[in-house]
């Protein structure tokens, strides 16, 4: 019983501190104490029952002396009981605003090293608030500076201003045709193909000389994504589709790919796409002597087997990756 | 896979696929073919190439019977690389050339009266593959009729289709592990229209190849090399 009544306690001890204590512990571990002595008092009572009356000499006597005994085994059970009604009175309620109401009850499964549910769930609920809260700090930070590459307003001024039409996004596609061939003509050295194959999204077939194939996925006028591969790299997939998602065999090119990602989220102008589209292929165009020069920092060809792949995107002078710090 | 440059050193040869052309290469001091093969194996792992298997390119003459008497015999050279295990170039040097299957070996056993095997002039080249970065370097040991006679060393840089492009990256990367005796451009180019602004192919890489193992034929064999 004693066994028992220990590990009760320490379950109540582990609900008093997740319940974040509106409990008077004092007064819990005295209540514990006094259900300790009552449950005592009453084994006494009925060990004394158990034990029926003792060898006395005469019958009134031996009843005298079980009667007395009974008595004072019964007050002593009121005794202890009323005892414990005034403690559990002070012992208070636990608070309402437990955080987790019901889930707090799993915390009373004695199996703890088999089934870990309660620790776990609290470690995710703390998880998730310091997760919240660190994503409303950086999206204040983030807000700060306007990432948006196109012209489209929303939010709350929404309701003030005029509805405000999302005019770059939605361009007519003979416009982006017009544009892109236009581009196409400005350098005899870069040839562009526009194709569409899903839709009224462009994407465009960059060959620059003998040196590269590159894939721009466009968005009305909007550069989405990029890949670049070799010359000699097959463009189309097994079914005559242009193939847009794997990636090149060799590294310079994957590299190169990397850095044309960059330059797409560099160059930006929200009121003006085709500026943008300009800088973006007179920026790749520098690549047309990718294996030709050598960095303007080191001076050397090969860097960890590598061409100077990076392109400074005002001046366009190649560097290494690793080199352009 | 084209420029591919090889090189055989020991006096060496070098292939540079598609450029070929020999330079002097001095042996390391007092060492065999198999020794200088290993350092230079060694000089590539430091670099941080990756083996990847073995290579073979190989060559047998054939002589064209029925020509008119006081004409050079012509020699066709029949080559195989293991780069393209599936064909196999016949060529003349200086000439026309065919890629064929591999079935062509056996037309030529069929066609024994017109061409006849000179079967103690094959040369061969074997060795290993390795991988840096986006070059492939075939290190490999040249024999003919089993005595070593030279070291080839082929450097290709995948991406780059056009030999004048990436000539300069080549012999910097080549300075790396092979020190300061470099080639020269190989002649290959030199004979062909728009010189070394075309893409470069196969065929080309061939010929150097073919160029190596007729100046091996030439030599005379190295004092203690028989293996």
């Known amino acids: ?95 309402e605003s437990h955080p987790l109401h019901n889930s707090g009850l799993l915390s009373l499964d004695p199996v703890q090293d088999k089934t870990p549910l309660y620790s776990q769930l609290l470690q995710a609920y703390k998880w998730s608030n310091k997760l919240q809260y660190h994503a409303g700090l950086a999206s204040s930070l983030l807000n700060q500076q306007s990432l948006k590459r196109s012209a489209n307003q929303m939010g709350a001024s929404a309701k003030r201003r005029p509805k405000v039409q999302p005019s770059t996004l939605v361009l007519p596609p003979q416009y982006v045709d017009d544009v892109i061939s236009r581009i196409g003509r400005m350098f005899p050295d870069m040839s562009i193909e526009l194709f569409r194959p899903n839709g009224t999204s462009a994407v465009l077939l960059v060959t620059l000389g003998k040196v590269l194939k590159t894939i721009v996925v466009m968005r009305s006028l909007f550069i989405d994504r990029t890949i670049v591969r070799g010359f000699n790299e097959n463009v189309y997939s097994e079914d005559g589709k242009l193939d847009i998602w794997s990636k090149s065999n060799y590294q310079v090119f994957q590299k190169v790919t990397d850095h044309a990602t960059t330059a797409l989220l560099h160059y930006q102008l929200p009121q003006m796409p085709d500026v943008v589209v300009r800088s973006f292929m007179t920026w790749l165009r520098s690549y047309i002597k990718l294996f030709q020069t050598p960095c303007q920092r080191c001076g050397k060809f090969l860097q960890e087997g590598l061409p100077p792949t990076w ?11 690793t080199c352009r710090q | 896979m084209l420029n591919n440059i090889l090189m055989l050193l020991t006096v060496i040869l070098c292939v540079l696929s598609p450029l070929l052309s020999v330079c002097q290469v001095p042996l390391a001091e007092g060492k065999s073919v198999q020794q200088t093969i290993d350092i230079l194996h060694k000089k590539l792992e430091q ?12 060559c047998e003459t054939y002589h064209a019977t029925g020509n008119a008497s006081g004409q050079p015999t012509k020699l066709l050279y029949v080559m195989h690389n293991s780069e393209t295990p599936l064909s196999c170039l016949a060529l003349f040097e200086g000439g026309p050339c065919l890629t064929a299957d591999g079935n062509f070996d056996v037309l030529m056993i069929k066609l024994k009266s017109h061409f006849q095997n000179a079967k103690g002039h094959k040369v061969e080249s074997r060795g290993s593959r390795y991988r840096y970065c986006d070059f492939l370097i075939k290190v490999g040991a040249v024999t003919m009729s089993s005595s070593a006679r030279g070291i080839s060393v082929e450097v290709e840089y995948c991406p780059c289709v056009v030999p004048g492009d990436c000539w300069n990256l080549m012999k910097e990367f080549m300075q790396s592990f092979l020190g300061p005796s470099i080639p020269e451009l190989p002649s290959v180019f030199a004979t062909k229209p728009e010189g070394l602004y075309v893409p470069a192919d196969c065929v080309d890489t061939m010929t150097q190849y073919l160029e190596l193992f007729s100046k091996v034929r030439k030599q005379q064999v190295l004092p203690g090399t028989t293996r």
Do not use: C, W, Y
């Open chain 1, 1 to 95: 019983m004693t066994v028992f009544m220990r590990r009760s306690s320490q379950r109540a001890e582990k609900m008093a501190d997740a319940m974040n204590v509106g409990v008077n512990l004092e007064a819990f571990s005295q209540a514990i104490s006094a259900i300790q002595a009552l449950r005592s008092s009453v084994t006494r009572v009925f060990d004394s029952l158990k034990d029926g009356m003792k060898n006395k000499e005469t019958l009134e006597g031996r009843e005298k002396v079980f009667i007395t005994e009974f008595q004072d085994n019964l007050q002593s059970v009121n005794r202890d009981l009323n005892e414990l009604e005034r403690l559990s009175t002070l012992v208070g309620r636990p608070s």
């Open chain 2, 47 to 58: 670099l941080g190439a990756v083996k990847q298997g073995n290579f073979t390119v190989d």
């Open chain 1, 311 to 321: 392109r400074d995107f005002r001046t366009l002078e190649a560097f290494h990756d």
